[in-house]
């Protein structure tokens, strides 16, 4: 079966009528716990969607690169924002747009991950193979976009899920979406709903608190439907510093009946000093020594939290992939984590926040594609519960 593209549950689209700014929208998103998001900009004009798209990407980029943004149908602005060092994360093509295969020819979008709108048969079967993910509907007419094509219903979803998926595409239901679809939307197939009203920061609350909680009922109904935990295999916890990567590994490691290693608390052993003392002497001595230690620390089955930039590694990515054990990324925001590193004296950039966000912004792209779990402020042995009920 060709490998799907991971995506999260909720993905918001930023809408040119709210009350709030394109930028606004994608901090209050940021701000919520949504690693992903959509910069809509119709019907604004191109130069007042480049200002804000560009505002949008410097905010990300300052902030670790969260959330990753996609650019809807404006591949110009993408071309321009990659000039900058700003490259999006995404770019979402409609039927009438450059094609897909033309658009990662562009300067600076070698990299970049392509969606498409699909609404019928003929485009689910003929979507653009250089694209990972799609649109698939409208499920229902929707106010946001008045020229839609038919609405397709979830027997229509579920169909259009199936086909995309049998081509490696990741599905994404749209058109008119609210939480209540998120469950006959994951049963159908669907790998992320895509919302644009029903998530308005503007109409559903201006606090961001509500917005967490609709990311967080929908991402307990997906892993229902969906579980992306084996209890018969081990398991990988990858993310940055701060997240909770320890703890979790304890949580879940008692859920599994399995053991919890930390690589990190290994490494220090073998070496004999603080992870501190290590990176004192150079990163690449720390590397090295991750290198070496993760071997013995899978030789049995367990639920093993990686250090922050374990998974850069080309060498690590390839040990865990022939292991055959699962991967999850605890997709806790770059924020949050930094409040409590900068506490703790012992983490190698506990006193440099640039460092720390420019690092978190280096390995983004890597953890992007990965099962993710989103902390959204719960406690670890919640966390664990819906992994492993």
Known sequence: MNKILNLPPLYPITGADQKLSLSEQVLRFAGAGFPLV?????????????????KALSQASEYGGWPLIVVNDRADLAVLAAAENLVPWGLHLGQTDLPASDAVRLPGLENIHLGASTHNSDEWLSANETCDHAGVGPLRATSTK????????????????????????????????????ALPCFQAGAASLAMTNALSPSILSERESQLT????????????????????????????????KTTLAEHLARRMDLMAIDLDSQIARRADCSITEIFSKGELLFRNLELECLPECMEQTSVLALGAGAWQQEAVRELVKKSNWDVLWLAETPLIAWERVRMDPARPLANDRTEFMQRWRSRLYEWSTLPSLLPLGRTPEELAQILVP
């Open 38 to 54: 959509q910069f809509r900009g119709k019907p604004m004009k191109v130069g007042d969607q480049w200002r804000e798209l560009r």
């Open 146 to 181: 008045r020229d839609h094509d038919e609405a397709i219903g979830f027997n229509g979803l579920s169909k259009g899920c199936s086909i995309l998926r049998s081509r490696g595409i990741a599905p994404i239901a749209i058109g008119g979406l609210t939480l209540d679809d």
């Open 213 to 244: 909680e609709y990311l967080w009922q929908a991402q307990k109904l997906k892993y229902a439907v969906r579980p992306i935990l084996s209890k018969s295999r081990g398991v990988v916890i990858v993310g940055g510093s701060g997240t909770g």
